[in-house]
């Protein structure tokens, strides 16, 4: 009895792992962004849309956009990546990492420049805890190696 019992448990234990290693070999391999995406939704004849894109040209936001962010426009009613909350009005920026996954709340509305620069560093910060990369040390590396 004892020996039937060794040889269930043993049994059981290799269709585990056989299974663990399956389910292991099957992860799909996330490839880290160099930059966060950051999608845009917009309309025709938006003011608040044209007021948040003035406040991203200002010096401190445009520094962090520029290095760290790349700027996709969307149309309202256009076709979003897979899982992401339908906009509730313009202007609506997404945060995206890989695959188009969102690192933040999407940002909704008009902002003033520190509201504005608040999202980008949660952003950065998000993404350095995703992904275990920190955007702002990887350019200061590039720039000192380029020196």
Excluded: R
Aim: charged letters at 25%.
């Amino acid at each position: 009895m004892n020996k039937i019992f060794k040889l269930i448990l043993i049994s059981f234990l290799a269709l585990l792992l056989g299974y663990l290693f399956l389910e292991w070999s099957k992860k799909e391999e996330v490839l880290v962004p160099e930059k966060i995406t950051m999608l845009f939704v917009t309309q025709p004849s938006c003011p608040s849309c044209e007021a948040l894109e003035k406040t991203m040209q200002l010096p401190t936001p445009k520094a962090l956009l520029e290095n760290y962010f790349e700027i996709k426009m969307l149309n309202l009613g256009e076709a979003l990546p897979d899982g992401l909350i339908p906009p509730n009005g313009t202007p609506t920026v997404y945060f995206l990492g890989a695959n188009d996954v969102a690192l933040v709340e999407p940002m909704v509305g008009e902002k003033q420049e520190e509201v504005l620069v608040e999202f980008l560093e949660d952003a950065l910060l998000e993404f350095k805890n995703t992904y275990h990369v920190d955007l702002e040390e990887v350019a200061l590396q590039k720039s000192l190696g380029e020196k």
